[in-house]
């Protein structure tokens, strides 16, 4: 069913302050959904201090693969060339923003999440017949068949693309059989709206099977964003997406050095099972053992090819293989295009993107503009995001993108690529062979694993190295930060009489190689409760805290798993000294990531053999850590392998807030702390008719 008679009835009802040619219904979208109601628009707009006269529009899921779609064009954006001519949709929320007639839209979504499959019955003689690839409701991922979950039937799920200041408002249904689920927005510090981040059991009850929760939030701060399922193993099952913030072109500081930012040139680069995540964990010994991804998928797309092998696998080499179209990202000829590279991965690795023949000016890093470095290469970590300029001045042709695993993922030939087309190219597919899993070369690389950049190498370019374009507040550069949290992070190794006694049922999960493992963060492995902190602490059970006695006895060869709440002044200036308890150089770098806030990227450093953490404050006391000059802001900070990163944030906005390693099977082991950032007076009252939720006995 279109919702024509829908936006009829509401056009209706609407008050004298909104116009009716402001209404327009896009697409198709579930039919199930109670109707967002006049009223609840009203309400909206009352609790928003926004202009009365706010505009506010329906969206469907667009696809941006969507061949309809583009051949009417992507809508246009400003750039140097000002507004683009071409086909526009005057209901989407993606649209030019700041122009001077545009005022901030509600921008609303409807999200179904189910349980689907990739190369389904939707795919007819998907990859035979490759326009079946893009049939409506065809997911291919990289052409394995599995079972996966989705929102709307999309991996990745619905892309969002705002205006700064517009209200985004997400109804999302869970028609997940036996899941609960929670969404949260990566990178929105969600100030005045705490109990919308999406993580259960901090700032919300998980939404249960059937039920709908609305998350209605401020789109206040420009950048590349994303969405993901907060809940379980999820995103790495598909529940995964895009949400991009874009200000006025006047606002922007690299305005000048591109001519498009286009929607269809967001990328969501995701890790790849051909499992179900939930496999993983504990993990299994004898096959598909570990959590290294299978293969990685640009905007859902992609191809697999089976690796050599020597186990029992290698037997069913040949049926492993499989073919799905690749993401195609179109250019034209002396075109300069911003690119959005978004490190929705959830396995233990880094990985690297890299496009043949075509450097890459990086311009921010998460939400952060930067003073523009020129790269071949760049290295993502689970939960960054990076924006780059791509120039298309090589000849018309079409060039591969390649995306590789690092690390344990690099041994297991984790790989993908994707295809740069320029629209004059009179071939298909790359004259230069299938880059294989190596790749390409990496030249000029920012964020080289395992490397800080102290060796001057110009081929490296560190991220604490990098220039922010933006003012640093007061406060963060002084020579003592109002308070300091060290952050030591590792793991507990439990042998198999400890772990598997009679009677004791310690949570773990099996690492590749190591012995089963538990996360830890300054010796605890974090828990949550059966109820939300911001909402109901009173419910969550006494006996779930970290009490200080507690904490003082979880030795690191102790067994210590409580609720671990670490409490910051509201206002204040806090160092966060984030180190890396195993001191194993050249294995993983963690990314820490926070919620609620921004942190500045002060120092990267490698602890020296026998440094504790002790002596690293030693050294910061006494200013020996050297410091950026212009720290970036990011929300998630790769810590060096062995290492530590020192950073500092405003603590400006109240609330229960994860701060946590944004490795999937490392958070859900207990890698993560709480930060309680001012008095639960300090905190905004939960919504009128919040859920709640919590134990009964
Ligand atoms: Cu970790």
């Not at 994707?418 to 690389?445: C, D, I």
């Amino acid at each position: 069913m279109r919702w024509c008679l829908g936006a009829l009835a509401l056009a209706l009802l609407r008050p004298a302050a909104t116009r009716a040619q402001d209404v327009h219904i896009v697409n198709e979208v579930p039919g199930d959904f109670p109707v967002l109601t006049e009223a609840v628009l009203a309400d909206a707009l009352q609790d928003d201090d926004a202009d009365a006269d706010e505009r506010w529009a329906w969206l469907g899921g667009e696809d941006p693969d969507d061949p309809a779609y583009l051949s009417r064009g992507s809508p246009p954006v400003p750039g140097r060339a000002g507004r683009a001519q071409g086909a526009s949709r005057p209901a989407s929320c993606h649209r030019p923003c700041g122009e001077d007639d545009d005022e901030p839209m509600i921008c609303y979504f409807r999200w179904r999440l189910e349980p689907y499959v990739t190369m389904g019955r939707a795919c007819g003689s998907c990859p035979r017949n490759v326009s079946d690839c893009t049939a409506p409701q065809c997911v291919t991922a990289d052409g394995f068949e599995k079972g996966i979950l989705t929102v709307n039937r999309k991996l990745p799920g619905p892309s969002i693309h705002v205006c700064l200041g517009d209200l985004i408002v997400v109804d999302v249904k869970n028609l997940m059989p036996g899941r609960s689920t929670a969404i949260h927005w990566h990178g929105v510090r969600q100030r005045g709206s705490q109990h919308m981040d999406g993580v259960p059991m901090v700032t919300q009850c998980p939404i249960p099977e059937n039920g709908i929760f609305r998350y209605r939030f401020r789109a206040d701060e420009v950048g590349t964003h994303f969405w993901h399922s907060h809940d379980g193993m999820q995103k790495m099952d598909g529940v995964v997406g895009a949400l991009v913030v874009r200000g006025p072109a006047r606002a922007e500081p690299h305005a000048h050095l591109y001519d498009h930012d286009l929607r269809a040139h967001t990328l969501v680069l995701t890790d790849w099972f051909h499992t179900d995540a939930d496999q993983r964990f504990p993990g299994l010994l004898r096959r598909e053992s570990g959590q290294i991804p299978d293969s990685y998928l640009v905007n859902g797309r992609g191809s697999y090819r089976q690796r050599a092998r020597t186990d029992a696998r290698l037997l069913f080499s040949m049926t492993l293989d499989s073919e799905a179209p690749y993401a195609v990202f179109r250019v034209s000829r002396g075109q300069r295009y911003r690119f959005r590279f978004i490190g929705a991965t959830c396995a233990s690795c880094a990985f690297t993107i890299t496009v043949q023949d075509h450097a890459l000016r990086l311009i921010a890093v998460d939400i952060s503009p930067v003073r523009p470095v020129l790269v071949d290469s760049l290295t993502i970590s689970p939960g960054e995001r990076y924006d780059v300029i791509l120039e298309a001045k090589q000849p018309p042709a079409v060039y591969w993108i390649h995306v590789r695993g690092l690390g344990a993922c690099a041994l297991a030939g984790a790989h993908q690529v994707a295809l740069l087309r320029y629209t004059e190219a009179r071939t298909a597919m790359p004259s230069m062979p299938h880059p294989g899993r190596l790749g390409l070369p990496r030249g000029v690389v920012l964020g080289p694993e395992n490397s800080i950049c102290t060796a001057d190498d110009p081929a490296e370019v560190c991220v604490h190295h990098l220039v922010s374009l933006r003012s640093i507040p007061a406060g963060v550069l002084d020579a003592a930060a109002g308070a300091r949290v060290p952050i030591e992070f590792g793991f507990r190794f439990h042998d198999d009489e400890e772990l598997f006694r009679s009677g004791t049922f310690q949570r773990f999960f099996i690492p590749p190689v190591f012995p089963p493992a538990s996360a830890r963060i300054n010796n605890v492995s974090n828990i949550l409760g059966p109820s939300p902190l911001l909402t109901q602490l009173e419910d969550v059970p006494a006996h779930l805290f970290c009490t200080p006695g507690l904490l003082q006895q979880c030795a690191p060869a102790g067994t210590c798993e409580c609720l671990h709440i670490i409490k910051v002044g509201l206002g204040e200036v806090v160092e966060f000294v984030i180190g890396d308890a195993g001191r194993i150089r050249n294995a993983l770098s963690h990314p820490f990531h926070a919620h609620g806030h921004y942190f500045h990227i002060l120092a990267l450093g490698l602890f020296q053999p026998g440094q504790s953490m002790a002596d690293v404050v030693r050294l910061l006391d006494r200013g020996e850590v050297p410091f950026s000059v212009r720290p970036v802001e990011k929300d998630t900070i790769a810590v060096p392998s062995g290492g530590y990163a020192v950073v500092r944030m405003v603590a400006d906005n109240p609330g229960f807030w994860m701060f946590h390693c944004h490795f999937l099977y490392h958070l859900v082991t207990g890698m993560s702390v709480v930060l309680q950032v001012g008095d639960v007076a300090d905190m905004p009252p939960a919504p009128r008719g919040f859920p709640k939720c919590g134990d009964f006995f």
